[in-house]
Nanobody, 123 residues
Framework: QVQLAESGGGVVQAGGSLRLSCAVS?????MAWFRQSSWQEREFVAA????????YYADGVKGRFTISRNNARTTVYLQMNSLKPEDTAIYYC???????????????????WGQGTQVTVSS
């Protein structure tokens, strides 16, 4: 059974940090984080090439967020620093066994999704 289990969300003040984790089962070519707020459609946050570790980021989070994986390739992380109120959203982990580079930042490039974890940044 395919499972992605996110954890680590919560409430934090602006300027603070959170680290999200996603336990991964199954193969992947890319793993990614997306987010969705009540006023926006699901948007790309970051992706990582599962073999090789190349990282990709949305412009709005570059320099503040870091995506990474553990050596066993069983967990993907999203370290979020300098959080802003506009980062408030439900964050989703996504697994793409067949994702190609051109689709790494597109939600349609991923087949499997976690249930999401809420991140709230207060001003």
């Amino acid at each position: 059974q395919v499972q992605l289990a996110e954890s680590g969300g919560g409430v934090v003040q602006a300027g603070g940090s959170l680290r999200l984790s996603c336990a991964v089962s199954g193969t992947a070519r890319y793993m990614a984080w997306f987010r969705q707020s009540s006023w926006q459609e699901r948007e790309f946050v970051a992706a990582i090439r599962w073999n090789g570790g190349h990282e990709y980021y949305a412009d709005g989070v570059k320099g503040r967020f870091t995506i990474s994986r553990n050596n066993a390739r069983t967990t993907v992380y999203l370290q979020m620093n300098s959080l802003k109120p506009e980062d408030t959203a439900i964050y989703y982990c996504a697994r793409g066994p067949n994702t190609i580079l051109s689709m790494a930042s597109n939600s349609r490039g991923y087949e499997y999704w976690g249930q999401g974890t809420q991140v709230t940044v207060s001003s």
